[in-house]
């Protein structure tokens, strides 16, 4: 059975994009639009990963993490954040709340974003 992953991402391009991408590889992907959205997927699919951008409508990716890591059904999840924001403090906070890794999108390739994201699930 595919691994499934939940792609946390407000821009419609770039979830298209890491969709195909992951399903191309055999990965099943979730994709939630906003916070509040994330959350009550996570809750009902259980994903193997998340992929959570900070930057969202409704509910933002620090506050995703931190409700997701107090669920005790949820908080064995690993999070991978994805997000333009590259301040120290935001890796930072979002490590201190539990995050798995911290990659900035422009930074980072999606091969790069696609082979952290195996490792992390054990797919090496």
Do not use: C, H, W
Request: net charge negative; proline share 2%; aromatic share 4%.
């Amino acid at each position: 059975m595919a691994k499934k992953i939940l792609v946390v991402e407000d821009d419609q391009f770039l979830s298209k994009i890491l969709k195909m991408k992951f399903e191309k590889i055999g990965y099943e992907i979730l994709v939630a639009y906003d916070g509040l959205e994330a959350l009550e997927m996570a809750k009902t699919k259980s994903p193997d990963l998340v992929l959570l951008d900070i930057m969202m409508p409704v509910k933002d990716g620090f506050s995703v993490l931190a409700e997701m890591k107090k669920d005790s059904k949820l908080s064995k999840i690993p999070v991978i954040i994805a997000s333009n924001l590259g301040q120290k403090e935001d890796k930072d906070k979002a490590v201190a709340l539990g995050a798995e890794d911290y990659i900035v999108k422009s930074d980072t390739s999606l091969d790069d974003l696609v082979k952290r994201s195996r490792e992390i699930l054990g797919d090496k």
